[in-house]
């Protein structure tokens, strides 16, 4: 175990804790916000990285930077407006009996602290640090060598892209570069090890040009062909 398992639990403990003193419907509501926030934020930040980019720095080492502001920018600006919003919709709360009322807040608090724990885990993947750092690493099941929450939320996040939330006659995958082996055609997401070879680029010294090396994902909508595949079978990535 590393640094990094001691600090999940810490977020885990401390999100659940905070989020549980809002009682049951409380708890409900902030769980639900995160959990939209995590999956909006996810799926834009790198086209509002893109455009930070572009309007404000493009010179390193601020191009390495932008994607986890973006990143966990959007996130907390989401909660928060989305809390607010649900404030404001709801101000009256309905009674809720002792029991029930304990065992939703705890059991909404604790997915929340450990969507949040999931989601920040992720973005460590886009941060400008060494490839490996407090026990971190892409490879690794980070929490505690037993499971791997950035992997989790990051699959999540493709799966809704993929599926429930797509929009018809198109497809729109998070992380979702298609490639065909053969008779063999299908998504192979990319996310951690193109974040990791960047780590690595960048804590080697390499200067890696705009438009060069392994870019941002630029994602185009994919049309869906009769058989539910994409018939755009490029690759996202960006060289």
């Not at 959007?74 to 919709?89: E, G």
């Not at 998070?174 to 192979?188: E, H």
Request: net charge positive; aromatic share 10%; glycine share 10%.
């Amino acid at each position: 175990m590393g640094t990094i398992d001691f600090i999940l639990l810490a977020v885990v403990g401390l999100v659940a804790w905070c989020v549980a003193s809002e009682g049951a419907w409380g708890a409900a509501l902030t769980c639900l916000c995160v959990l939209f926030s995590g999956l909006l934020a996810t799926n834009f930040f790198e086209p509002l990285a893109n455009l930070l980019e572009t309007t404000f720095a493009s010179v390193s080492p601020w191009r390495e930077r932008w994607d986890i502001i973006a990143l966990v920018g959007l996130f907390a600006l989401l909660v928060l407006l989305l809390r607010m919003a649900c404030d404001y919709l709801v101000p009256a709360l309905l009674p809720v009996r002792p029991l029930v009322h304990e065992a939703v807040r705890w059991a909404a608090s604790g997915l929340t602290g450990y969507v949040t724990m999931a989601f920040l885990l992720a973005a460590l993947h886009t941060a400008p640090l060494p490839r490996e750092f407090l026990g971190f690493r892409s490879e690794r099941s980070n929490l505690l060598g037993i499971t791997a929450p950035d992997r989790q939320w990051l699959g999540f996040a493709q799966y809704v892209s993929e599926g429930p939330f797509v929009r018809q006659g198109q497809g729109r995958i998070f992380d979702g570069p298609r490639f065909t082996a053969g008779d063999v055609s299908g998504v192979w997401p990319s996310f951690p090890i193109r974040y990791a070879s960047r780590r690595s680029q960048a804590a080697s010294g390499v200067d890696r040009p705009v438009g060069g090396e392994l870019k941002r994902v630029k994602r185009k909508p994919q049309r869906r062909d009769s058989k539910g595949g994409d018939d755009d079978d490029e690759p996202n990535l960006k060289f």
